[in-house]
């Protein structure tokens, strides 16, 4: 079920809209039909607190808990 963009030619509202099999899409503003489908970019999750955590600098002293030097969740402490 692909999700779409779409602009209607009579009110030019853009929106976006999940297509369910042969289902003829219509405007949520005024139900029109006529419609020119638009070029749509995906969002990717990239990194995250992966990328965060290679970004900010290790505090020195391990954990910060016990000072494990292991780091972070080493010990039973944590």
């Not at 809209?17 to 749509?40: A, K």
Request: a positive charge.
């Amino acid at each position: 079920m692909p999700l779409y963009e779409y602009e209607c030619r009579s009110c030019a509202n853009r929106f976006e809209l999940l297509v369910r099999g042969r289902e003829q899409p219509e405007c949520p503003g005024c139900r029109g039909s006529e419609l020119d489908r638009r070029f749509s970019v995906f969002a990717a999750r990239t990194g995250g607190a992966a990328q965060t955590a290679v970004a900010q600098p290790m505090a020195s002293g391990g954990c910060g808990s016990c000072g494990d030097p292991r780091g972070p969740g080493a010990c039973s402490m944590n």
